[in-house]
């Protein structure tokens, strides 16, 4: 009955993403992709110098990418997640508390839907994308989730970098409130930024090696994973740093399949990335597939006029893929990025 009551407070989506700062500059930031229904999701690369409009009608934003970049695709009408070749990590979390800002009828805007691309192809550090996005008043414009018309995504973003440093942007009533430094290495989902940071005042009461949270809330999962992505082995081994944070986020995951006819829309982990941002290694893993594959961004062609490049691996990742991956993607056209209106 309590593990029944503990699922039954799930949200729909529960995502968890961390920021492992090991030994020697190893830094790696990995991320869960739960989802209550099947997603469609393949890797693109995406090279310098493609022009981008924001997808947000007349007054959207314009730019053309400086970095290119390794993207994780959400139904191929958005990118939810990816590294640049800077090492700047942007991934998309469902954050329930979300409400985007009214038009203006003034202010420049951008979908949600490229909302973490503009990051990847524009900054090299958090820090810069950080000033800039002080400095640029953007609305961003939600649009419907797939498959569940009239209802908006309401999502926050969270950025790293190869340096540790970390930024989450949320909504909130409207207004942008960002969260940067070091210090913000686990994100879940609700409540907002700043009760999470109340919450983990909370629990570092506790002696954590006694007694952790262990319901599937984003709230405990936001401990749990606290907690562990800094006791876990901290090596500058790439394949050991890797595996500690595959396994931390694997504790943070939702249980494949999970079904309680009382509680309809609880989310399931569909997939995992894991981006080493020393090493420029980007690794997935399916939760339907028994291999972890990975993809090395410094044999990706990334110069201005490359082709475009996908990495085709179905619903929920389904494809299955071991070891190094680079020379799987092929020629693709770009998808385009869903608007919003």
């Not at 030994?23 to 110098?49: A, E, H, Q, Y």
């Not at 949270?213 to 992505?229: H, K, L, N, T």
Request: hydrophobic share 40%; proline share 6%.
């Amino acid at each position: 009955m309590t593990a029944a009551a503990a699922l039954l407070t799930a949200e729909a989506q529960a995502c968890t993403r961390v920021v492992y700062q090991g030994p020697d500059g190893r830094i790696l930031t990995g991320r869960n992709m739960d989802f209550k229904d099947p997603m469609i999701s393949n890797f693109w690369v995406f090279p310098r110098g493609m022009k981008r409009s924001g997808a947000a009608g007349p007054r959207s934003v314009e730019w053309t990418s400086k970095f290119g970049s390794l993207a994780v695709s959400g139904y191929d009408i958005s990118t939810v997640d990816g590294m640049n070749e800077a090492g700047l990590n942007a991934s998309l979390l469902w954050l329930n508390a979300t409400k985007f800002p009214e038009d203006d009828g003034t202010t420049s805007r951008m979908s949600l839907s490229i909302w973490a691309q503009f990051y990847l192809d524009q900054f090299a550090t958090v820090s810069e994308a950080v000033e800039y996005t002080r400095a640029h008043p953007v609305q961003v414009v939600s649009g419907e989730v797939p498959g569940r018309p009239g209802s908006l995504a309401p999502l926050h973003l969270t950025l790293s970098d190869a340096t540790g440093d970390s930024a989450i942007l949320e909504w909130i009533d409207g207004k942008l409130n960002i969260h940067h430094g070091r210090a913000y290495q686990v994100v879940t989902n609700d409540p907002p930024y700043d009760d999470q940071l109340v919450l983990q005042k909370y629990w570092s009461a506790v002696d954590s090696l006694k007694f952790l949270p262990g319901s599937g809330r984003s709230e405990d999962r936001f401990v749990r994973a606290g907690f562990y992505i800094n006791t876990v082995t901290q090596s500058d081994d790439p394949r050991v740093a890797a595996a500690a944070v595959f396994s931390v986020i694997r504790n943070a995951s939702a249980p494949y399949g999970v079904s309680i006819p009382e509680a309809p829309n609880l989310s399931t982990t569909r997939w995992r990335v894991v981006a080493d941002q020393k090493s420029m290694l980007f690794y997935g893993e399916s939760a339907t597939s028994p291999n972890v594959f990975w993809v090395d961004l410094k044999k990706l062609d990334f110069s201005e006029g490359a082709h475009v490049r996908k990495l085709d691996l179905g619903v929920d990742m389904a494809r299955i893929l071991a070891g190094e991956a680079s020379d799987q993607f092929a020629p693709a056209k770009p998808f385009d990025f869903m608007e919003a209106e």
